[in-house]
T-cell receptor, first 113, second 114 residues
């Protein structure tokens, strides 16, 4: 089955700096890669996603890049703000079983003043 | 708000108790999911229902029993649980069970098994 690895597990950056979280996946047939943000005590929420027919997608300060050859995708947050502090999860779909997403173990991002 | 509500938010139970978690969605979605979230582990898919039919069961122990009486409601019945079952149980819904779209999560039910 699909295996998704996520690094780092924790990340601390100063306000205004950039943050990068990286994920790798094992099944080259995966074609959908969402990122979820979970604030402390809150529900996970989709912040951005990318499909395998594109290499990069941006939404204001957030961007995701996908390298299909290397089977990795990354989340980039620029000009970080304290409200970006949360746990971020990457995921990849498991082809052939439309109902399954495999999640990474999460990255706890702390934005310090 | 995402329109997915879970009750109770917190639950403490003994190993011999029987309890149920409830999930309700008002988004008109056709698929609903139960996930288990444990510390330092990936979100684990437990069950998937599509149009009230169970379509996925990820080798979950029989002490967890799901029920989907209609497309808006999902239950997780719990009995004779173990301490290692303590976790956050998240319900989610999606428009269809094709995962090319967004999962909408509830805020979870924090379960502690004593």
């Amino acid at each position: 089955g699909e295996n998704v690895e996520q690094h780092p597990s924790t990340l601390s950056v100063q306000e205004g700096d950039s943050a990068v979280i990286k994920c790798t996946y094992s099944d080259s047939a995966s074609n959908y890669f969402p990122w979820y943000k979970q604030e402390l005590g809150k529900r996970p929420q989709l912040i951005i996603d990318i499909r395998s027919n594109v290499g990069e997608k941006k939404d204001q300060r957030i961007a995701v890049t996908l390298n299909k050859t290397a089977k990795h995708f990354s989340l980039h947050i620029t000009e970080t703000q304290p409200e970006d502090s949360a746990v971020y999860f990457c995921a990849a779909n498991l082809p052939g079983t439309a109902s399954k997403l495999t999640f990474g173990t999460g990255t706890r991002l702390q934005v310090t003043l | 708000e995402t329109g997915v509500t879970q009750t109770p938010r917190h639950l403490v139970m003994g190993m011999t108790n029987k309890k149920s978690l409830k999930c309700e969605q008002h988004l008109g979605h056709n698929a609903m999911y139960w996930y288990k979230q444990s510390a330092k582990k990936p979100l684990e898919l437990m069950f998937v229902y599509s149009l009230e039919e169970r379509v996925e069961n990820n080798s979950v122990p029989s002490r967890f029993s799901p029920e989907c009486p209609n497309s808006s409601h999902l239950f997780l019945h719990l009995h004779t649980l173990q301490p290692e079952d303590s976790a956050l149980y998240l319900c989610a819904s999606s428009r269809t069970r094709s995962l090319s779209g967004e999962l909408f999560f509830g805020e979870g039910s924090r379960l502690t098994v004593l």
